[in-house]
Every structure is written in C-alpha cells, then in structure tokens.
C-alpha cells in the first residue's frame, strides 16, 4: 500500500514541477534554519570536547555589593574564592580563572596580539583541553610560582611555526615565561589566540588579599544532578560574605550559572534574581521556533490546497471505489511528510554546508559546528512535526470532498 | 475596471485576507530594519571630525599613581622620545582617543544662559588638533597662551555652541559644570568652535562635544597617546614604537593599536549587530513570496470559468495578464496603506526621534514599498502567465 502511495506521491509531485520545486524550498529553507539554530545551541549549551563537563559546572563572574545608594559589581578577588567558595562541600573541583586580557607578544620582528589567562591547576580537570605537546601546569607550578604557559594552537603556529613551541621563551608585559604546552581547544573553538598562565605570575604580588579583582570562579558538581544544589549555596554564601566596610555594603551578592543561565540572564530584566530564567528562555525558544514554522506551514497548506482542484479527479474515483476518508487523509499525510523528508535531506546537507561556512568567515565564535548524530534526529523529528502540521489540513479538506462533485470536476 | 477588480477582490476577501496580514507584516519588518539602515548611514556620512589613516594609539595600562595625577615632566619625556623616531610626526596626549568607548558625560551651561545640556567632554592637549586633524570653524584651538589662564581653556563643538548660546558669538563666554550658587564652580573659557569630535567613530550620534585643554591645572590625567606616523610606517613599526616607550618608562604596560584597525573592528561589529534583522527579514520575506505564489496559483485555478469568459468575449491574453497582477498590486498596496496608518503614528508622536524624522520615515517607507512590489509582481508573473495560456474553449468546456 505504502509503495502505493509513494509512486502516485511521486507522478503527483513530477506533475507540476515549478510547484513542487516551491514547496521543497519552503521545506528546506524552513528546515536549513531551524538545524543551524539548533546546531549553535547544542554546541553553545550541551557538553562537549572541551566542556565535556558543561551539565555540572556553573561559574560566578561577579561579585555584587550593594550600600544605601549605590551598587557596585566587579569581579571576584582572589582570596573571596578562596575564602568562600573553595570549602562549599558540593563542590568536587573549584578553579579561579582571571578574565582574558588583551597582551602583545613582540618576537624579533611580529607582533602577535592574544588572550592572556591566570588560572590554577584545576582549570584543566574542569575544561579537557587535548593536549597536543608538553604538559599542563600543576598544581606544584602554581605553588612554586613558575614563569611557565600553555598556549593553544592558533598562536603557537603563529609564533613559532611549524617547529616546536615547547621550551620557547616568551616576553609578555615585562616577563620572561617558558613555554611547556600546547593544546587543541577546537571543540572549543574561539578560534582566538590564547595562553594560559599560573594566576602565581600575575605582575600584582597582592592579588591574594583582596575580596574584589578580575576573577571568575568555576565550581563543577558531583554530578549534574546536584548543580542545583550548588547554586543554591553559592547564593547563600554569597550573602554572608564579610565587606572591610560593613556599614557602607549592607548586602552582598553571588549567582552562580551554568552557561545556559547565563544566556538566559541576558533576556532578564532583575540581574540580580536567583532564578535566572533558565526555563522561560528555553519555553519562549521552543516558541519561537514554532512561529517560525507557522508562516511556512501556512504557504504549504496554500499550495497543497492548489493542487486539490487537480486531483479532484483521482480522489473521486477513489471514493466511489469506497475509500474512507480517512484512508485518503492518511494517504496525503504521507505524501506530504515524505516530501518533507526528502526536503529534510537537502536540509541537512545544506546546513552542513551553511555551518562549514559560519566556522570559515568566523563571523560566530565557533569552530566545527556540523551536523552531527544528535542534530540529525533533531531534524527528523522537526521535520516530521512539520509535515503534519503543514499537511493535516489540505489532507483533511481534500478527502472530504463530495465524490459527485469530484467526478465533474468541480472542486 | 477598477471596480470590476475591487470587486472580484472582495469576493475572496477570506483567502486574501490571510495574504495581506502577511504582507503588512512583512511590510512593517522591512521597514524597521531599512529605517535602521538610514539612520546609520546617516550617522556614518556626518563628519567625522578627525583623521584616522597613519595614526596609532598607545594606553598606558597599570595601577602606578604616575598616571593619576598630571606629571608634566613625565608627559614632556614621553613627547620627546618619540618625536625623536624619524616614523613619527606629532605626538599627542588625549583622554579618550578616537574609536575609544569609554566616555565621561556631564551637564554644562553658558554662565548667562541657565540651561543645561548634556555633554560629552573630553580632555586633550595643545597638539591633539594638529595630530588629529580636528577641523576648526571659528576661533583657535588651545595653545600655550591659555597656559596661566583663571579658567579651562575649551573648544566646543557646533552643535553645542548653537544649544547653548543661540546665535550668539560663543568665542570669549565661559561655561560651568555647576548649579547657580554651588560652592567652588570649575569655569572654562571658550576659545574656539569646531565641526565636531565624534571620537566614538562613525556612528556615534548626534551629541554635544567640548574639549578641555590638558593643563598644569587640570585633573584628568592623560592616558592615550595618539601618535602620528608618515605614511607607509610598516605595520612592525609596533616593535620600535614598544622598545622606545619602554625606554622612558619600564614599569607602565603599553597596549599599541592602530586606528586604523580599530576602526575595522568596529565596522565589523556594526555588520555582525545587523546581521541578525537583515537574515530574518530575507526569511520572512521569501516566506511571504512563497505563500503569494501559491495563493496566487489557487486563485488562477479556481477561476478558470471566469478567466474563459474574458477571453471568449475578446479579451487578450495581455489582458488577463495585466489583470492578475494589477489585482495583486491593488492587494498589496491595501495591506501597505493600512500598515503606514499605524507607522505614520511613529514621527508623528516623536517616540523614534532619535532615529527617525520625517524625511527617513519617508525615505524607509518608500524603499519598503518598492521592495513589497517588487515581490508582489515577481511572484504574480508566473500565475498570469498560466492564466494567460488558457485557450477559452478549453476553459468554458470547464463544466
């Protein structure tokens, strides 16, 4: 029967070619945006290469203290994680990494501009860089306050080539440093240059005695079940942080987000709610993607409607046969989800394609997006939510047309 | 005609109904991102006010108090040293160079006008006008004559000095930063007017700009040397121009950039904040050309009789085609007029005025419509032609 329906689909479709080819681009071009936004997403939220452990890190990026008529946000101060968010007990791995800053590198005669990170030794449990040559900085390097650096690979081909970067001296703001690594971020994929150095190097001794500086703190969680949890206590910890100035910071304040929170916080009007909107950002996306199919499910229902007048015929002597009106509806649901299957395979090529493109111009800072296992089902499944949705109602219209009336053609 | 076709429309208003929500939504969309488009490119052919080709930027990053309070000496060393290197033309020291985005605003009146008047001033020395090229209208710029002087010396830029003292000759009055009867006022003398200074770059808007002269007296210390270079420096000047100021100071971190390249940077960002509007516009768009399309094709199906009829009582097939598009454009240009009756409400009540005024509500309005009716007849042409084809006793044997 199925082989059935898919032949006449098939003489149906070649019938009227130029509308066919209309329907198939609405198809695909509906479908090719959907893939793309979903595609970012998962590579913006689901853990992967680097974030392997995306679903149970959070990170705190400032520390807000409010006083009668001010409020001010900074960064974190070294010993504040240290103080207080080192000995929170759900939290199985806690790293202090500072924010990036913009350095030259002049070697003989190049510059060379990159990211510039302190961070400690934990850093590379949380975030599993692939280390290509050399080793990371330990926990001992830190201690010890060694002049050593990991660089990622787009600056180490900068600087040094083809050759190898490891044991190369590198003068960056007045500071000799040796290089001992070289790692792969591209799942990662800024594509910026980076390095990386033990926060012990920093050019200000003093770092460690202060509540406020430009660090971020990464807690990851036993598992992501507990990250909740985890928020949670950052929260109140974040409340009972000790101000030099207690009369003139009356409330402190630390939120804690995973990486979709703080998307999520960007939509929110209260920075400084606990709830950061995590759920109504994924609801008004789901959405939101549904209005977007609307307007094309809607020109697909036109012009499927266009094709009844011509097929008045066929489904006339179907019905005095005796096929049910049912039988006809499921009938043109297949017609209409295999079309957009097909529809749904130029998409994903083509998204591929579009992907390849957006990693190539770097207009988005990612690397290697494609189209991947997960990504294609998401696309099966959207695709066929789209045919039925697009087909259910010429489907419906079509087999409930009068046989008499069909007969003479007059739809 | 006319009548004939408002006619014929009326009578499927149902189906057209849903076509024409469509294309007054698309309408307004392609509006308000043309509308964004005008205001910027507006923005963009202002004058400037200064040069950017072969000049480069130095910030002095560090938490030394060198920097927090003014250091004539240390100023002239720098000036010095540089100018030694046989790259460099003039040197200068300002507080926020140009394509800077950090910016101090305060409120500002003429000392006999009451008003007040949002400002963005900007502290820079003698020879910022020379190395930047800051055109001046009337008057002079600050120079070494100002040095002694009671108060500030200050260049405004036109826009200011027609705010704040009208058609008056602002050369020689003085402004203040503070309220009538406050104690210990700051005063600056007005020596000259200039086009502008828009040192956030190209897109920055239309703003009251006044340039204070960096003095022995003034607070603000200068952290951004903007230094002029002979045309064709290579770009590894950087590595001489780094070695050089390390020579004067060792303990300060120098960040280098070009404007040049900072001013791309920016550039690039304005087109990745457009992208977004621009792609979904496109979608909806093509969206809105397909669901025309395939409604024009039922509609061309669905009235075969009709089209039959015209043709047996000698209408041309141009007729009918002309007939079919001229019955989309009329449907088109509805759904446009009632979508400008909600848009005309926007210069009117001024709720845009910072991007919108009339003549670029207009300008958008008419660029959209054109775009609405370009779509209209390229998506009617095919429909018409099918119509057209229909041989008369084919489409009266219809029954």
Known sequence: MLKNYLLMANKVYLRRKMFTLINLACIVLTLVVLLAVTAMMEHSFAPSGVDVNRDRVVTVNHYTKMGKDMTMSTGLGYKLIELYLRPIPNAEKVSAVSRPIQVAVYQEDRVEKLNMRFTDAVFWEIYQYRLLAGRLFQADDVEQGRSVVVLNQVIAKKLFGEGSAIGQKLNVRSHQYEVIGVVDDGQKGTGNPE??????????????????????????????????????????????????????????????????????????????????????????????????????????????????????????????????????????????????LVGCLIALLLTHGLLVWINHTGFLPSLNLGVNLSIFAYGFVITVVFGIVSGVVPAWRMARLDPVFALKGNA | ???????????????????????????????????????????????????????????????????????????????????????????????????????????????????????????????????????????????????????????????????????????????????????????????????????????????????????????????????????????????????????????????????????DEMLRQKATFFAPPIFIASFLLLMVCFGLFGVLWQNVNSRIPEIGLRRAVGASSLQIYSQIITEQVLLSSMAMVVALVFLVQLPFTGIFAKFMDWSSFFLSAGIAMMVIYAMTIVCSLYPAWMASRMSPTDALHYE
């Open chain 1, 195 to 340: 390095m990386w150095a033990p926060h012990s190097t920093m050019p200000s001794s003093n770092y460690k005695d202060s509540l406020v500086g430009d660090f971020s703190a990464v807690l990851m969680a036993k598992s992501s079940k507990e990250v909740n949890a985890l928020k949670r206590e950052v929260h109140e910890r974040g409340k009972h942080i000790v101000e030099e100035d207690p009369a003139k910071w009356t409330k402190t304040l630390l939120l804690a987000n995973t990486e979709f929170d703080a998307f999520a916080r960007g939509f929110s009007s209260d920075s400084r709610s606990e709830d950061s909107g995590a759920e109504q950002a994924m609801g008004w996306i789901i959405v939101l993607m549904f209005l977007f199919m609307l307007l094309p499910a809607l020109n697909l229902v036109n012009l499927n409607l266009g094709r009844m007048k011509e097929r008045s015929a066929e489904i006339g002597v179907r019905k005095a046969f005796g096929a049910s009106t049912f039988e006809l509806v499921k009938q043109f649901l297949v017609e209409n989800v295999m079309l957009s």
């Open chain 2, 1 to 263: 005609m006319l009548k004939h076709l408002l006619k014929s429309l009326w009578k499927r208003k149902g189906k057209n109904l849903m076509i024409s929500a469509e294309i007054l939504l698309i309408f307004v969309v392609i509006f308000g991102v043309v509308v964004g488009f005008v205001h910027n490119s507006r923005l963009y052919h202002q004058t400037r006010g200064f040069d950017y080709e072969d000049r480069w930027r130095v910030s002095f990053e560090t938490e030394l108090d060198v920097l927090s309070k003014p250091n004539p000496q240390l100023v002239e060393n720098f000036r010095r040293s540089l100018q030694a290197m046989p790259e460099v033309e003039s040197v200068s020291f300002v507080q926020f160079g140009p394509y800077s985005n950090s910016a101090f605003v305060g409120d500002f009146r003429g000392t006999e006008s009451g008003q007040k008047l949002s400002t963005y001033f900007v502290t820079a020395d003698d020879a910022s006008q020379s190395t930047l090229k800051i055109p001046v209208v009337s008057g002079r710029w600050f120079s070494q004559q100002d040095e002694g002087a009671s108060e500030t010396a200050a260049v405004i830029n036109r826009r200011l000095a027609k705010k704040m003292f009208g058609d008056e000759d602002p050369l020689g009055k003085l402004m203040t930063n503070s309220d009538m009867g406050q104690k210990d006022p700051k005063f600056y003398r007005i020596v000259g007017v200039i086009e502008d200074y828009r040192y956030f770059g190209e897109f920055m808007g239309y703003e009251n700009i006044a340039l204070f002269r960096h003095s022995s007296i003034s607070e603000n210390p200068l952290t951004n040397l903007i230094i002029k270079v002979k045309p064709g420096t290579p770009r590894n000047f950087e590595i001489k121009l780094h070695q050089q100021l390390k020579l004067v100071r060792n303990d300060i971190e120098y960040d280098i950039s070009v404007l040049d390249e900072t001013r």
